[in-house]
């Protein structure tokens, strides 16, 4: 399906203009009725902001019941964060911003950006969301060198200068600088948003501004954290969501810390959107996170153990889902275009530590010649059924951007090609089992390492190393838990990596090139240049490879751009470096994402895109309008 068709076809929750005055009454929750008639609750008309956000949906629902999913790690308590998709501005379904959080935001000369807040709107606790949620962000924690030592997030930097912060009265904020920052936006309202308020009454208690210093003291030693910073940033986190104690702005307020084997979120009695009947959102009571081996979730998802399940399946898991799909009828499949660039990719670390590697990998031939020698199709039908795209890590079919060079350069088989392009650079002799030999005389064995969370990503990777061994090329696997996988490519121990593509494939000319640019440590196949740029030479490396130099040239131009096409001719140029040099290594793209959806479940839309930034998986469908019609009894919340 065509992106454009996909848009006019999906009708995902949004945003109406709202106002008290257009309901009669709002209504809350029964599940807050207990704490209401005994007055520790006020009623759900004082509760809400006095405009609040007013969704459109599907299906009007009904308040109540439980959503069950499953998740691996005890750190999955926030990938409810993503999911709730609570932002200052947020995406709608064709990814254009539009407000939240905020009741209005107006943009100047791109480059001035002021927020108007919901009068009346709250914390989880109760407590007033003003404009000093956003002081105490800006002077008490961005610029304290204590808790932020590397300085000011650089997404609030232009060309190293930070804004000018103001807060005109409580429910105005104001972000301005000298040049455009097109980047600013995005940041809030992505799926891992940069957060630019704090809960300040909260906080302050873990603050030395704010607190007697004895008795800060004392409370950090009992901690056990090393300063009084240490302390705050720990209680201080909204993405990480692992402090029941945090107020929050979100749909669902975590209620019993990690480690644990079952997470509940209960509503959140002060959320400020509702319905067109007036019923205050979330729809659900509670969710709740069963913890379980990522291996086995599929097989607890095709038992019926979750209501709402797409995390942890993949392709692979098919089978078995729709299987159990027709036999028990407890779910049903659906298949959503995932928005990845590639669903694996192969990416050469360009800053490795190891200089024999690091000489290799900079040399475009020898990126081209390992593209080349890869049988996508092989992989496309054997893994993937043929449903997928074999190609390069890169835009898709459904963004505007797309040019069918992009998928087909350096990514179709040709063995021929390849060899000749390492008999190029030198790399002729031979083991006498056919394996090439680098300069040093070692055999050309490529370890890559892999976070190890899927049989499809080692499937793949025997298919690789069976087309690289036609090239005397050899390569092995290097599994372990994805902290650890990350940190060997950040540090330069690993020369190789696979991972998922690109997070979106499907973007426009006014969303950021940034994943084909050198921009962040995260970036797998430049990670100390990435570092350098977001310390702004703190640490990490220099760029110092003319072609990536120019990528994060573009990547500025693009910044100081306020026209769309000039923008669009910049995201080509960028497209067509991206292309040629082979940074990353595709392989097969639009695999489709199953998605398992409960019998019972309303609002979920039948044809999705599955995308983490833009989108944050299925927030940008908004959850809090997810409803069921058969009331499950809600889990006993854990003491």
């Known amino acids: 399906m065509k992106r454009r068709d996909f848009l006019l076809t999906t009708l995902g929750a949004g945003l109406v203009l709202g106002a008290r005055s257009a309901f009669a009454d709002f209504i809350g929750s029964p599940y807050f009725a207990g704490a209401e008639a005994q007055g520790d609750l006020p009623p759900v008309a004082e509760r809400l902001p006095r405009n609040p956000a007013v969704a459109r949906m599907l299906e009007q629902g009904k308040l109540g019941g439980e959503l069950r999913m499953l998740m691996a790690n005890p750190k999955d308590t926030r990938v409810l964060v993503a999911y709730s998709y609570a932002r200052l501005v947020c995406y709608d379904t064709e990814y254009k911003l539009q407000p939240d959080i905020c009741a209005s935001f107006d943009v100047q000369e791109g480059r001035i950006f002021t927020f108007k807040l919901r009068e009346g709107h709250k914390w989880s606790d109760g407590k007033p969301f003003t404009s000093e949620a956003f002081r105490y962000f800006w002077e008490d924690v961005a610029n304290n060198e204590e808790l932020m030592p590397t300085g000011i997030p650089t997404t609030?930097?232009?060309?190293?200068?930070?804004?000018?912060?103001?807060?005109?009265?409580?429910?105005?904020?104001?972000?301005?600088?000298?040049?455009?920052?097109?980047?600013?936006?995005?940041?809030i309202a992505g799926a891992s948003p940069l957060y630019i308020f704090r809960p300040g009454h909260y906080l302050k208690k873990y603050h030395k501004k704010y607190r007697d210093e004895a008795e800060l003291k004392t409370e950090v030693e009992e901690s056990g954290q090393p300063s009084w910073a240490a302390l705050h940033n720990r209680k201080d986190n909204q993405?990480?969501?692992?402090?029941?104690?945090?107020?929050?702005?979100?749909?669902?307020?975590?209620?019993?810390?990690?480690?644990?084997?079952?997470?509940?979120?209960?509503?959140?009695?002060?959320?400020?959107?509702?319905?067109?009947?007036?019923?205050?959102?979330?729809?659900?009571?509670?969710?709740?996170?069963?913890?379980?081996?990522?291996?086995?979730?599929?097989?607890?998802?095709?038992?019926?153990?979750?209501?709402?399940?797409?995390?942890?399946?993949?392709?692979?898991?098919?089978?078995?889902?729709?299987e159990a799909e027709e036999r028990d009828h407890k779910y049903v499949v659906r298949l959503w275009d995932d928005a990845r660039g590639s669903n694996f990719a192969i990416?050469?670390?360009?800053?490795?530590?190891?200089?024999?590697?690091?000489?290799?990998?900079?040399?475009?031939?020898?990126?081209?010649?390992?593209?080349?020698?890869?049988?996508?199709?092989?992989?496309?039908?054997?893994?993937?059924?043929?449903?997928?795209?074999?190609?390069?890590?890169?835009?898709?079919?459904?963004?505007?951007?797309?040019?069918?060079?992009?998928?087909?350069?350096?990514?179709?088989?040709?063995?021929?090609?390849?060899?000749?392009?390492?008999?190029?650079?030198?790399?002729?002799?031979?083991?006498?089992?056919?394996?090439?030999?680098?300069?040093?005389?070692?055999?050309?064995?490529?370890?890559?390492?892999?976070?190890?969370?899927?049989?499809?990503?080692?499937?793949?990777?025997?298919l690789v190393r069976d087309s690289w061994r036609k090239i005397g090329v050899d390569l092995f696997s290097k599994p372990s838990e994805r902290e650890v996988f990350r940190n060997r490519v950040f540090s330069g121990e690993s020369i190789m990596s696979v991972f998922f593509g690109i997070d979106n494939g499907v973007p426009n000319a006014d969303l950021s090139p940034w994943e084909f640019c050198?921009?962040?440590?995260?970036?797998?196949?430049?990670?100390?240049?990435?570092?350098?740029?977001?310390?702004?030479?703190?640490?990490g490396e220099k760029i110092d490879l003319p072609e990536a130099q120019h990528l994060f040239d573009l990547l500025q131009s693009w910044r100081a751009a306020t026209d769309g096409g000039v923008r669009a001719g910049i995201w080509d140029e960028v497209l067509n470096i991206w292309s040629d040099q082979v940074f990353s290594i595709g392989t097969v793209a639009n695999v489709p994402q199953p998605v398992v959806v409960g019998q019972h479940l309303h609002n979920v839309p039948e044809k999705a895109i599955w995308a983490f930034d833009p989108g944050a998986h299925f927030g940008v469908y908004k959850p809090d309008t997810f409803w069921t019609d058969s009331d499950r009894p809600l889990s006993p919340i854990p003491e």
């Not at 209620?255 to 979120?265: G, S």
């Not at 196949?525 to 030479?537: D, P, Y």
Request: with cysteine; charged share 25%.
């Open 518 to 539: 050198p921009s962040t440590q995260q970036q797998l196949q430049w990670a100390k240049w990435g570092q350098f740029i977001e310390t702004s030479g703190e640490a």
């Open 239 to 322: 993405y990480r969501n692992d402090n029941p104690k945090l107020p929050t702005l979100d749909p669902w307020t975590l209620r019993n810390k990690p480690p644990a084997e079952r997470f509940i979120f209960t509503r959140n009695p002060y959320y400020y959107r509702v319905d067109e009947k007036g019923q205050q959102l979330p729809y659900f009571d509670q969710v709740v996170f069963d913890i379980r081996d990522s291996k086995l979730i599929p097989a607890k998802a095709a038992a019926g153990e979750t209501d709402l399940q797409a995390r942890y399946l993949r392709f692979d898991s098919y089978t078995i889902l729709k």
């Open 347 to 462: 990416y050469p670390n360009l800053t490795t530590t190891n200089e024999t590697w690091r000489k290799l990998f900079r040399d475009v031939r020898c990126r081209r010649a390992l593209s080349l020698a890869i049988d996508r199709n092989e992989i496309n039908q054997a893994i993937y059924f043929g449903l997928g795209v074999p190609g390069a890590n890169t835009v898709l079919q459904q963004s505007p951007l797309y040019k069918p060079e992009y998928t087909t350069a350096w990514s179709e088989q040709d063995l021929d090609k390849a060899n000749a392009l390492l008999d190029e650079m030198g790399l002729t002799q031979r083991s006498d089992d056919g394996l090439r030999l680098l300069p040093n005389g070692e055999k050309m064995v490529i370890v890559i390492d892999t976070a190890g969370e899927s049989t499809e990503e080692t499937d793949i990777l025997q």
């Open 156 to 187: 609030l930097k232009v060309d190293g200068q930070a804004p000018t912060v103001e807060f005109p009265d409580d429910l105005t904020v104001r972000y301005s600088w000298d040049k455009p920052n097109p980047d600013f936006l995005p940041a």
